[in-house]
């Protein structure tokens, strides 16, 4: 069966960008392929989270996993640092990755720009981290937003330059998931700005309350409208018409897509209550799950616990593969 795996960091709750670029494809998976879902914590580490805060965080980010519907008893939930053999493997796959290509990556540029107080070596091989969360299981697909497809395809590259230096065939090259119906997609913020994301400050969460997304959706960038029939949108426009798309029906979308290439005005009013009301429909029952599930720690232990079980079980087998291949056994 083929295996599929995705990952987030616990740096917040989990908002629009987490659920529709990625956790709306693994409750579809998870029904037909063998799912490993984790908490990234390791990768979290780059930024000096507060220990409480980050412990916290993980806490919470699993609980919301699972009121969005992630079932423990189908997929595999677990939290990196509880896997030992992924450490191991980033160590082994960092021979495999090179300074020049490293520096390259558009993430590394962007949080080097953003702190650049901080440029340390595990934001530097955060792919080659990445890299070994994905073959520690030989993952075929993996279910991210669009937002991590250059990390995707360095993994691939370490893939492929490990069986080339070892003449195995032994790393598959996991791919996007990307069906028809779902490509990877990247939601936006609603301050103009490209992606919605916790660093951005620009989100809507699954925990925000009614009102808290209406004042939000409200108060999104927008202008005076088209400046006549059949004009190209504005990026800002452009945004909320992506964010209609994932939370709204086609018709609603095709409504007001009519209304801006007739060019009419003012009705961005209208859109904006259309569009948090069809998000507060998907987001208003995960809100109530998560409030019940956090509060059962004995549950949220057993869910880890047992995740790490299996993941450590399936990552053993590889690390055993590994060391053999690349000289590391004994006698
Ligand atoms: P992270 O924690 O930033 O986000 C978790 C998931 O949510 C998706 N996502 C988005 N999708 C669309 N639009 C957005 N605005 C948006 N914001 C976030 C991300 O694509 C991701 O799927 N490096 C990863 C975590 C990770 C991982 C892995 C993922 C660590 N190891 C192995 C896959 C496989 C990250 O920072 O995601």
Not at 11 to 26: D, E, Q
Not at 301 to 309: D, F, L, P, S
Not at 317 to 328: A, F, M, N, Q, S
Request: proline share 5%; charged share 25%.
């Amino acid at each position: 069966m083929d295996i599929v795996l995705s990952g987030i960091r616990p740096t917040g709750n989990l908002h629009l960008g987490n659920y529709f670029g990625a956790m709306v494809n693994f409750l579809k998976m998870q029904e037909t392929y063998k799912c490993f879902f984790f908490i990234a914590d390791w990768h979290a580490l780059t930024t000096h989270p507060d220990p409480k805060a980050l412990n916290a965080n993980v806490k919470n980010v699993l609980a919301e996993y699972l009121a969005c519907g992630l079932d423990p008893e189908k997929s595999t939930l677990y939290v990196q640092s509880d896997v030992p053999e992924i450490a191991e493997l980033y160590l082994l796959l960092n021979m495999q990755a090179y300074l020049g290509e490293l520096e390259k990556t558009v993430s590394f540029k962007e949080k080097a720009r953003q702190n650049p107080n901080n440029v340390n070596a595990g934001l530097l091989t955060y792919p080659v981290l990445q890299a070994a969360d994905i073959l520690i299981h030989n993952a075929d697909y993996v279910p991210v937003g669009k937002d991590q497809e250059q990390h995707l395809e360095m993994t691939r590259n370490f893939a492929k330059r490990f069986n080339h230096r070892y003449g195995v065939d032994y790393f598959k090259e996991p791919k996007a998931f990307a069906s028809d119906s779902q490509q990877m997609i990247k939601i936006p913020g609603l301050d103009g700005s490209g992606k919605m994301g916790k660093s951005e400050g620009n989100c809507i969460y699954l925990t925000d309350e009614p009102k808290a997304i209406e004042k939000k959706v409200k108060g999104a960038l927008t202008d005076n409208g088209p400046e006549g029939e059949n004009t190209s949108k504005p990026e800002y426009i452009e945004n909320l018409f992506t964010i209609l798309k994932v939370v709204s029906t086609p018709e609603m979308v095709t409504h007001y897509d009519n209304l801006w290439n007739a060019g009419e005005q003012r009705w961005y009013g209208n859109l904006k209550k259309q569009l948090a009301e069809d998000i507060i429909k998907t987001t208003a029952p995960i809100r109530e799950r998560i409030n019940d599930i956090k509060n059962n720690d004995d549950y949220l232990n057993e869910v880890i616990k047992k995740g790490a079980e299996k993941a450590r079980e399936s990552a053993a087998k590889t690390i055993r593969e590994v060391r053999e291949i690349i000289g590391l056994t004994k006698l």
